[in-house]
């Protein structure tokens, strides 16, 4: 459970605390996966299909933050924002989303990620860690309250 409260503390601050960029990584960095918990899906499913859904009026922005963005068509967009990392949820720990890898600097205030090098959005281009500077500056943006 402290391991649990430590990563999320760890994304916490990610999203709402101070970015750090560093000119190259430190060199006694362990860096960690979670590739052997075991798969939470049926053996049964099968992989792939379509889902038809309903929602009981149109949404009045597909934003997901400013005015109007918290109507309940906010979820589906959510639902779709893929992390980082995720936490299993059956054991809790860890698990790679769009990272392979995480490692916890000394100070244990840094955690740095190795982006899926097959992490790619729809239209083909992979996801680069720009892509999450971008979001970043988003958010905290003044402008974002605007329509």
Known sequence: MNNKIKWIGALFLLVNGTWVWAASLPADLKWETNDTDPVFASPKALPGGSITMFVDSFPLTFRTVGPDSNGAFRSFIMDNQLRL????????NP???????W???PDNQTVYFKLD???KWSDGKPVVA????FGYEMMRSKD????
């Open 103 to 105: 490692a916890i600097a």
């Open 144 to 147: 974002i309250k605007g329509p």
């Open 117 to 119: 090098p097959q992490a």
């Open 85 to 92: 990392i995720s936490f299993h949820p059956n054991t809790g």
């Open 95 to 101: 698990i790679p989303a769009l990272a392979t890898h």
């Open 130 to 133: 720009d892509d999450y500077t």
